[in-house]
């Protein structure tokens, strides 16, 4: 089987080299779609209490200046994973300053937190055959749900209308990660953000079994 690692791994170290660590650097057109998808992402989490945080995928850690626009008051221990030595450089010199955060270069959470998110990393399939990359991405959500003790949060983008010509990205429709996600715990589809795609929130119990997941997809607002 391919091993999207280092072609990954290249792709975004490119993407930072390019564009600095801005929301192009990691491959978002802009801080607003940036943000948007941490909304749903972050509503797995409950801020209500102290928790810590796996960011897997985490670029130059834009999701800490989320958190601390959005839940300053908020006690998180972050630690972010990216597979880009470039990215983890990047991050660890704008976050210098920031005790509660740690970042590892990995393709793996390397460590237990009570939540792990991941936002983007599957859309760019980078030529690999859709049978390799979807192994990859089974790796991957089996190790956040490794690495999770509370549950996990990803996104994935939505086929395109009929008749709209492709562009190497990783389209899917939810059913098919929801149905996997499900031997992990209970899984709630979000989509209908403003965004073509949708985000699965998984919540971790200790009898998951497939079949057993929320099928229907809930309508959220982006606040």
């Known amino acids: 089987m391919l091993d999207p ?12 080299e390019r564009h600095g660590p801005t929301p192009l650097g990691v491959d ?13 992402l972050v509503k797995l989490c409950d ?3 102290p928790f810590s945080l796996n960011d897997f995928g985490c670029g130059y850690g834009a999701l800490l200046e989320f958190l601390a626009m ?32 740690v970042f590892a270069e990995g393709s793996q959470c390397g460590a237990l937190a009570d939540y792990s998110l991941a936002s983007g990393i599957f859309n ?15 790796a991957i959500l089996a190790d956040l749900a490794a690495h999770s003790r509370i549950g996990f949060a990803v996104n994935f983008m939505l086929p395109r ?22 031997q992990f715990g209970h899984v709630e589809p979000v989509a209908d ?8 929130l998984v919540r971790r119990t200790t009898t ?4 057993t997941g929320v099928h229907r997809v809930r309508r959220r607002s982006p606040r």
């Open 161 to 182: 209308d009929e008749g709209r010509a492709e562009t190497g990205l990783y389209r899917i429709a939810p059913e098919r990660w929801i149905r996997f996600c499900e």
């Open 5 to 16: 690692h280092a072609k990954v791994r290249d792709y975004y170290s490119g993407t930072l």
């Open 124 to 138: 760019v399939r980078l030529g690999h055959p859709v049978a390799a990359w979807e192994a990859y991405v089974e």
């Open 70 to 101: 959005r839940h300053g008051d908020a006690e998180v221990t972050y630690r972010g994973i990216d597979i880009s030595p470039a990215m983890i450089a990047a991050a660890r010199a704008r976050w210098a300053g920031n005790t509660q955060a």
């Open 47 to 49: 801020f209500g209490r």
């Open 28 to 40: 978002w057109p802009n801080v607003l779609s940036q943000y948007l998808r941490f909304v749903q």
């Open 193 to 200: 953000y403003g965004m073509p795609e949708f985000t699965l």
């Open 208 to 211: 998951a079994r497939p079949g």
